[in-house]
């Protein structure tokens, strides 16, 4: 595969760092929706067709993949996490039961708490997705220096605190990083109510309680 420059091209008597123009405020705006299309359409909804044998929706995945890579959600939380509303969490808990890749099991700590744990078969669809995720990702990764993922790494992380900082009202977004936690996630702590990290809490809780 072809080897992408490894630095940008300069418009000719441009220097480096000057406020962008107009145009290339455009294109900005341009590539970054490009982007975002690429990744859900690509990364995310095809290579779901490729992995499941079901019809899943990317909430319904979604919320497999938290179950199966974060620990045991409450059926009340699911909700939050899915930003819809309770009847719409129950549509996507039943079909995802029915298909048994989850179940719903008593907490032993509170019974009236229920949990959703993945099934076999909901760890295997998990598994086999990320499978497919990492090799396609391979080839493309195989055109960058380690460098340059690092830098790109680096400046999506910036650009999207940005963006949302620049965001009057943060409540209740969630920006769906697709159950791949990290503690010192900073979005996670300008939200300060991260899903997947309620989730790890609830769990490390009962570990903790059980331990006792």
């Keep these: 595969m072809q080897k992408i420059p490894s630095e940008p091209l300069q418009q000719e008597g441009k220097p480096a760092g000057d406020r962008l123009s107009s145009d290339d405020q455009y294109e900005l705006q341009r590539f970054s929706h490009i982007f975002a299309s690429v990744v859900q359409e690509l990364l995310e909804k095809r290579l779901l067709e490729e992995a499941s044998p079901h019809s899943l929706t990317l909430s319904q995945f979604h919320l497999?993949?938290?179950?199966?890579?974060?620990?045991?959600?409450?059926?009340?939380?699911?909700?939050?996490?899915?930003?819809?509303?309770?009847?719409?969490?129950?549509?996507?808990?039943?079909?995802?039961?029915?298909?048994?890749?989850?179940?719903?099991?008593?907490?032993?700590?509170?019974?009236?708490?229920?949990?959703?744990?993945?099934?076999?078969?909901?760890?295997?669809?998990?598994k086999k997705y990320e499978d497919l995720k990492s090799k396609r990702l391979k080839t493309v990764m195989e055109a960058f220096s380690s460098s340059d993922l690092r830098t790109l790494t680096h400046l999506l992380e910036r650009f999207s605190l940005a963006l949302i900082l620049a965001n009057e009202s943060r409540e209740?977004?969630?920006?769906?990083?697709?159950?791949?936690?990290?503690?010192?996630?900073?979005?996670?702590?300008?939200?300060?109510?991260?899903?997947?990290?309620k989730v790890r809490q609830s769990r490390d809780s009962v570990v903790t309680t059980a331990g006792s």
Excluded: W
Excluded at 84 to 99: C, H, M, Q, Y
Excluded at 180 to 189: L, N, R, S, T, V
């Design 64 to 126: 497999l993949k938290l179950i199966s890579l974060n620990g045991q959600p409450q059926v009340g939380e699911v909700a939050d996490f899915l930003g819809v509303s309770s009847p719409a969490a129950t549509k996507n808990i039943d079909k995802l039961e029915r298909l048994d890749l989850v179940s719903r099991t008593p907490s032993s700590d509170d019974r009236r708490a229920i949990l959703l744990e993945p099934s076999r078969a909901g760890r295997r669809l998990v």
């Design 172 to 197: 209740g977004l969630c920006f769906r990083c697709s159950a791949y936690f990290d503690e010192h996630c900073p979005i996670m702590h300008i939200r300060e109510d991260c899903p997947y990290q």
